[in-house]
DNA sequence: CAGATTGTTTGTACGCGTGTAATCATTACT
DNA sequence: AGTAATGATTACACGCGTACAAACAATCTG
């Protein structure tokens, strides 16, 4: 896949002479944007990868994370993670089966019930966190002046809504 | 959208002034690839979104993206896909009863199918390609310099192999 | 207290993708 | 020619996640 070759034609939005790439910003915003897809999904061999490393599905990794980083009712979860009831009462068996999650009451209201990690839970949630959180070398291998370019510029990218 | 484009000093270890950002590569490498995740798959929502505009199951979507791109074999398809044969059969079945792919005997082997996509099975490979490529406002709303120094990271970051 | 509402659970049916075995046509090997 | 190997297809069973209806317990409201 060759990117355009005409390389340094200057136009007066957003020219980049000497790197082969040009374009208004909105043409720049859609190449940043389709690599910065390909560079994410293209490591998303890990989230098999991490449902393997537990022996269940990527979704009940996903709700043990959500419950290990924060124990909330059952309807809570399933908002979060855009599931209804009646399946999260299912996937949360199956934890709770493995021993990585408790159903404990609620302090005041008696119809709820407060879902937490036990520590394997907790332990298991952490050693997804690290195989996702784990960058792919060519991130890591970054000059370390891009890399504090990206910090800076990622940081103001999730700062708050991403509208 | 704000972006402080002064508060960037960094020392020899890696502290970035003025962000409260510090640590070593490593750490600094998690931190921006913990921003990347969330940027891309929190716009994951685009994946229903196209599945949903094209009336189809996302992975008949990629599969579509795919033939559209390169007509192909049907075992090429399937293990470029992350698939089996038998099963993408029955997604080339299905996209070819909505008029999207045609199948054509392969020119010196007659085993071989050769999948294209029709005129109709384009328009809608682009239409799925514009919705997934589209980037975020809060990307496309980033300073020029700012996406400028993302254009040519990310240009390194996926040049040939992601090791 | 009666009725409506909320939180959870059980049950059921469905679509999707995986996996495997078996079948058929075509090609390659000896 | 005869046999093995390859490409595509059909058929079936399975797990996963979604969606919906119904039941039950507990809480809130009149």
């Known amino acids: 896949m060759t ?9 007066a939005t957003g ?3 000497g790197t082969g790439q040009t374009g208004t910003a909105g043409e720049t915003a859609e190449r940043v944007w389709r690599r910065l897809r390909t560079l994410v999904l293209e490591q998303n061999e890990r989230r098999k990868e991490t449902a393997d490393a537990l022996g269940m599905s990527f979704f009940r990794v996903k709700a043990l994370r959500r419950i290990a980083a924060r124990p909330s009712r ?3 979860l399933a908002a979060e993670l855009g599931s209804d009831r009646p399946y999260l009462t299912v996937v949360v068996d199956d934890l709770a ?8 009451p609620h302090p005041t209201d008696r119809r709820c019930k407060i879902v937490t990690a036990t520590p394997e839970g907790a332990a298991a949630a952490a050693r997804a966190d690290a195989i996702l959180g784990t960058p792919p070398p060519v991130l890591r291998d970054l000059a370390a002046d891009d890399l504090a370019a ?8 999730t700062a708050s809504g991403e509208g």
């Open 15 to 17: 020219a980049v002479a």
């Open 150 to 157: 990206l910090d800076r510029i990622t940081a103001a990218l």
């Open 97 to 104: 089966k493995r021993g990585l999650v408790e159903r404990h």
């Open 74 to 76: 059952m309807s809570e």
């Open 3 to 11: 990117t355009e070759t005409d390389a340094t034609r200057t136009d």
